[in-house]
């Protein structure tokens, strides 16, 4: 089945403990892409990467990292998590751009930074 | 950079009548721009988009119109039903320079069909 994967789910975790949320697609997309949403503010670009080994900033790159060493994988990197991280995140995957944009989301994470 | 406003970010319509869904853009550069449709608890999917060198786009229900003067796009929905109840993203693209392929996205618009 063609889908876009994250883990975890669900992470509750404290300040400054670094984490990695994965993303993992299987439709051998060169695009991909991570998006925070909040209430009120939308979807924000975190990070795109047209395709291995390119990535660059979205809208609210501050204190995200991010890497495209495989085309399938773009995990997302927090290496000091902050109270204001603590929001929904999603990543997404197109075929390319600009040929095929239509962007697959995955499930979505929900962190809770204290 | 690029600044997308969306309006209205609530809106309440009757079974069976029109929504419109109205975003302006602010890079003229900008040259593709889709619609995301989020039901509740749920992850975005497509539903419409547009390139600039088309003024209209339909698909069923469901049309986008986009004023590359103006600098602004709208989602039409008719003979709405209650299944189309969900939050509605538009979203630009940059075309050029060292943002190409940044998508921002406007700040949804709840969208709620009465029975």
């Known amino acids: 089945e063609a889908q876009v994967t994250q883990n975890p789910r669900y992470l509750i975790t404290v300040t400054g403990k670094k984490l990695t949320v994965t993303c993992s697609q299987n439709m051998n997309h060169e695009y991909m892409s991570w998006y925070r949403q909040d209430p009120g503010l939308g979807l924000r670009q975190i990070y795109y990467s047209m395709n291995v080994e390119v990535t660059d900033k979205g809208d609210v790159p501050e204190g995200y990292k991010v890497s495209r060493k495989e085309k399938r994988n773009f995990p997302l990197i927090l290496e000091s998590p902050s109270p204001n991280q603590t929001s929904l995140y999603f990543c997404a995957s197109s075929l390319s751009v600009p040929i095929q944009e239509t962007q697959y989301f995955g499930p979505g994470t929900r962190l809770l930074v204290l | 950079g690029e600044n997308v406003e969306q309006h209205p970010s609530t809106l309440s319509v009757q079974e069976g009548d029109s929504a419109v869904i109205k975003c302006t853009y602010s890079?003229?550069?900008?040259?593709?721009f889709p619609w995301y449709k989020q039901e509740l608890g749920k992850r975005p999917q497509l539903i419409i988009d547009?390139?600039?060198?088309?003024g209209e786009k339909k698909d069923q229900r469901i049309a986008v119109t986009l004023n590359k003067t103006a600098k602004h796009f709208s989602l039409h929905i008719t003979e709405t039903q209650p299944e189309d109840s969900a939050v509605y993203f538009c979203?630009?693209?940059?075309?050029?320079?060292?943002?190409?392929?940044?998508?921002?996205f406007g700040q949804g618009t709840i969208l709620t069909v009465h029975p």
């Open positions: 890079d003229s550069a900008s040259n593709y």
């Open positions: 547009i390139r600039s060198n088309v």
């Open positions: 979203a630009g693209r940059h075309a050029g320079g060292t943002s190409y392929g940044k998508l921002t």
